[in-house]
């Protein structure tokens, strides 16, 4: 097995094992974050990618009138996400996918959509190229992250926390916005939701 | 350049009030817990250099269960950042109290997450909305 791949199996089974944990635990997260998200995802249109449904927490901000098509790399993840698929205003296809090894032609998306998902993929850039391969070149990219705080101070410690917090969950020191432009994107919109490390980002290819 | 007024900006959650209120119970929290484990813990008679870090971590390790629990009931990332910062803070300061009781180390732990909640407020509020990027 490629070092890749072995990274790419420990992060699936990692977010099988939280599956559980995330679909009861995100209620504080959805107060404080909800209305961020239904107001990015409103951008959505036609036939949009989401990446990293997980367990189906965010079906309920997309909006009407879109074709969604919601992968992630984790069956148990899809598996609580199916249970959702009601809360959804538009129809949603799941598939099991990896975003850093898309199988959808290319130009294929208007859209796409991300919910806290670049800080749990193993190789973000890699992922994000995939993302702009397969929309087409007006389309937006629209994504809920968090990051790495721009304090100096708060940025230190989000790096000394990350080996800890990392082998549970997710990555919290990442640089989505460079990677989003080394990525091949431009960013024309970032809203600082909480500090500078719970965002908004609107981008189109560059 | 963009304005921090922008009447397209997304709207926040619908009671802020309230889930600030909880941040600052919750730094209260974490900083009482944090700063009881590590007074209690840490020997009396340790030199600073060695309680001071040692206090830090064991304030880090007391406040994660508090921090599970409170994340439970209204999470997020606002209470994430103040269990490591309070955690660290509060641990590191509370084996420097010489012949504290009970009472006034976890009034003095409450006392930094109060300050340290004020401080995460005041640069939320600083930083909150658009950052410029924006086509025209």
């Known amino acids: ?206 | 350049m963009t304005t921090r007024t922008d009447p397209a900006a997304p709207a926040g959650p619908a009671h802020p009030a309230a889930l600030r209120l909880f941040d600052y119970a919750c730094a209260l929290s974490f900083g009482a817990t944090a700063a009881l484990a590590a007074w209690w813990l840490v020997p009396d008679g340790t030199p600073g250099a060695l309680a001071m870090p040692l206090g830090m971590v064991v304030g880090v390790v007391a406040a994660t269960p508090v921090l599970f629990l409170l994340n439970w009931i209204l999470g997020g990332f606002e209470v994430l950042m103040l269990a490591m910062q309070i955690g660290m803070l509060a641990g590191m300061a509370a084996p420097m109290i010489r012949g504290g009781t009970p009472g006034s180390v976890a009034l003095a732990g409450a006392g930094v997450g109060l300050v340290v909640q004020l401080l995460l407020h005041a640069l939320d509020r600083s930083l909150h909305g658009d950052v410029g990027g924006r086509a025209p």
């Open chain 1, 1 to 206: 097995m490629s070092g890749a791949a072995g990274t790419r199996d420990a992060a699936i089974r990692k977010w099988n094992r939280a599956a559980r944990a995330l679909d009861t635990k995100d209620r504080g997260e959805e107060l404080r974050y909800g209305p961020y998200k239904r107001w990015i995802f409103s951008k959505a249109r036609g036939r949009t990618l989401l990446v990293a449904a997980g367990t189906g927490i965010d079906f309920k901000y997309l909006p009407p009138g879109l074709e969604v098509t919601a992968i992630d790399f984790s069956p148990t993840m899809l598996s609580f996400a199916e249970k959702r698929l009601g809360e959804s205003a538009s129809p949603v296809e799941l598939v099991q996918a990896d975003v850093t090894a898309l199988d959808f032609a290319d130009g294929s998306f208007d859209s796409c959509i991300t919910s806290c998902t670049f800080c749990s993929v193993p190789d973000p850039v890699r992922g994000l190229g995939e993302v702009r391969r397969v929309l087409k070149d007006d389309a937006p990219l629209l994504m809920f992250e968090h990051v790495r705080a721009s304090n100096p101070w708060l940025g230190f410690m989000m790096d000394v926390m990350n080996p800890l917090v990392r082998r549970f969950g997710p990555d919290i020191n990442r640089r989505t916005a460079d990677n989003v432009r080394t990525a091949g994107f431009r960013i024309v919109r970032e809203f600082n939701v909480y500090l500078d490390m719970v965002k908004l980002f609107e981008a189109v290819k560059a």
